[in-house]
């Protein structure tokens, strides 16, 4: 792909459809939030708080989505040709499954999809342990996505965003401790034989 204009053009193709792409896990995650308003809530670790209700997802992701928006600038890099048309594949390969992924994993929770914090994490009244789907190979499977689709955007849209979200990861991590520590609690050796088969983060070789 010698033609510079060539270049841009798919560019700009891919990052349009990778931002049209997003918007399906997001929804599904977003209609997922609301739908657990009002359940009835079971055990909790640590300190939710009232993470769980209206008024917690507004405050919190207001600010996130602005300051997402205020980040969405380019970062100051040159790139060459070939390393743009790189950056574009391994992009591409990397962000398109990870977001698929994540969808994946939110489907396969269905009812049982919550919202957890650095804080805490808490249960449903009703909660079942899911360990089907992509859960059958890794025990976060939404937030190895976020991570893998957040690391392909950095390369494809290549802003301070991508930045601020791939290092959001780290509060991802201690999330998923909370989300543990609370499974662990609730079901007991269930949960334990569950770790035992699967890692947390990296699939198994077959």
Not at 60 to 89: E, H, N
Not at 149 to 160: D, F, I, M, P, V
Not at 177 to 205: D, N, S
Request: hydrophobic residues 50%; aromatic residues 12%; proline residues 7%.
């Amino acid at each position: 792909m010698a033609d510079p204009s060539r270049l841009i053009s798919v560019e700009r193709s891919v990052r349009l459809f990778g931002s049209l792409a997003m918007l399906v896990p997001l929804s599904t995650i977003l209609w997922g939030l609301f739908r657990g308003l009002g359940r009835s809530l079971g055990r909790k670790v640590g300190q939710p708080g009232r993470i769980m209700r209206a008024p917690a997802y507004l405050a919190i992701g207001i600010p996130y989505f602005g300051l997402c928006a205020l980040l969405w600038r380019p970062l100051p890099l040159t790139l060459s040709r070939p390393a743009r048309l790189a950056a574009l594949m391994l992009g591409a390969l990397l962000y398109f499954p990870g977001l698929a992924l994540v969808l994946w994993g939110r489907l396969t929770l269905g009812e049982m999809y919550n919202v957890s914090s650095s804080f805490g994490a808490q249960l449903y009244a009703d909660q079942r342990l899911v360990t089907r789907g992509p859960f059958a190979y890794v025990r976060h499977p939404m937030y190895l996505g976020i991570l893998i689709a957040s690391s392909g955007g950095l390369l494809l849209y290549r802003t301070w965003t991508l930045v601020f979200m791939t290092l959001n990861f780290l509060a991802l991590i201690v999330r998923a401790r909370r989300e543990e520590q609370a499974l662990g609690a609730e079901f007991g050796e269930q949960w334990e034989a569950y770790c035992r088969q699967v890692p947390a983060w990296i699939p198994r070789p077959v």
